[in-house]
């Protein structure tokens, strides 16, 4: 049963442009949503998280837009840097013990 | 502040076989999480941890996996008798509370098993 979708599971984006990773939920007890960073031979970073109370939250080049009624959120990196290049998880957990679920990751390659 | 340690990175074994992983948390936090990240898939919970205790096991293959943290701090996490479709990064990750509001999982580095 995958609680949380993922897409895409691959993206490829020219250095400076906008990539952008879409997640999408069935649970509405859900209300801690992560994105976590995860670079080879390492394990996940968390990289920005939102509650369903926003709809949107900004640090630096990473946003997440949040839809509740839609159940969805995205994340959207602007100015990708080849340094961003990795892999990244969308994830939803839980009120009490913060079991998180995770998306299937999408692999982002940022190119020069 | 020292981050999640695990060991091994990487272990080796053939079917049939035992293998044990080894996780020491960040200090002071009193959750600890056992994942198993099969290739090009997320992260999949396998036992959670508050303390001593166990809250989430749910997800565990009783019959073969088994994970013990003595005194709320260090944890191990051990497979018995090892199948091909366990190949995978054991990760573990430390948190500092388990209840209430989410708090940041840290992850460690993660132990890479094959099987074969």
């Known amino acids: 049963q995958q609680q949380v979708k993922q897409s895409p599971q691959s993206l490829i984006v020219q250095k400076g442009g906008i990539s952008i990773i879409n997640c999408a939920y069935e649970?509405?007890?859900?209300?801690?949503f992560p994105w976590y960073q995860q670079f080879p031979g390492k394990g996940p970073a968390l990289l920005i998280a939102i509650r369903p109370d926003v709809s949107e939250k900004k640090e630096g080049r990473f946003t997440i837009s949040f839809n509740k009624s839609a159940k969805q959120f995205s994340l959207h990196i602007m100015d990708s840097q080849p340094g961003d290049s990795a892999t990244y998880f969308c994830?939803?957990?839980?009120?009490?013990?913060?079991?998180?679920?995770f998306g299937i990751g999408t692999k982002l390659q940022v190119i020069p | 502040e020292a981050g999640v340690a695990q060991s091994p990175r990487y272990k080796i074994i053939e079917k049939r076989q035992s293998v044990a992983f080894w996780c020491n948390p960040i200090s002071g936090h009193a959750t600890l999480y056992w994942y198993q990240q099969i290739l090009g898939q997320g992260p999949k919970l396998l036992i959670q941890f508050q303390n001593n205790g166990v809250v989430d096991d749910s997800q565990l293959p009783k019959d073969r996996f088994s994970a013990e943290r003595l005194k709320g701090v260090d944890s191990t996490l051990k497979i018995q008798p090892a199948k091909l479709e366990d190949s995978a990064v054991y990760l573990c990750?430390?948190?500092?509370?388990?209840?209430?509001?989410?708090?940041?999982?840290?992850f460690g580095p993660g132990t890479r098993l094959t099987v074969t």
């Open positions: 649970n509405t007890a859900f209300d801690y």
């Open positions: 990750a430390s948190s500092l509370a388990g209840q209430g509001l989410a708090y940041e999982q840290y």
């Open positions: 994830a939803a957990s839980k009120p009490g013990y913060q079991k998180v679920t």
